[in-house]
């Protein structure tokens, strides 16, 4: 069955970088457009960054200059680098698949991992 697994969350300091992970399995990844969105607790599900399977990449304003997507087909794998993290960027970041072109809402999405944990403290 399709399973999304994500990992790289932790804690981090103001100012520091961490790497995000999303293995993919069960499904034909290089036919799929990727996405990260992440969930702060009381807040909605917000649209972080998605690759197209022809790698075009789309961000929010938010995280636009500090994050980079990308994802390795050969390795049906999915990448979300964050540099110059700040506090708001608390929160779980899930991974997701689509069949479609491209989206940046949530229920476009087809399947989605279990999320990690990304904390930056101040």
């Known amino acids: 069955q399709v399973q999304l697994a994500e990992s790289g969350g932790g804690l981090v300091q103001a100012g520091g970088s961490l790497t995000l992970s999303c293995a993919a399995s069960g499904l034909t990844f290089r036919r799929y457009a990727m996405a990260w969105f992440r969930q702060a607790p009381g807040k909605e599900r917000e649209f972080v960054a998605a690759?197209?399977?022809?790698?075009?990449?789309y961000y929010a304003d938010s995280v636009k200059g500090r994050f980079t997507i990308s994802r390795d087909n050969a390795k049906n794998t999915v990448y979300l680098q964050m540099n110059s993290l700040k506090p708001e960027d608390t929160a779980a970041y899930y991974c997701?698949?689509?069949?479609?072109?491209?989206?940046?809402?949530?229920?476009?999405?087809?399947?989605w991992g279990q999320g990690t944990q990304v904390t930056v403290s101040s």
């Open positions: 997701a698949a689509t069949q479609r072109a491209s989206g940046r809402r949530w229920f476009e999405y087809d399947y």
């Open positions: 690759i197209t399977v022809t790698e075009n990449t």
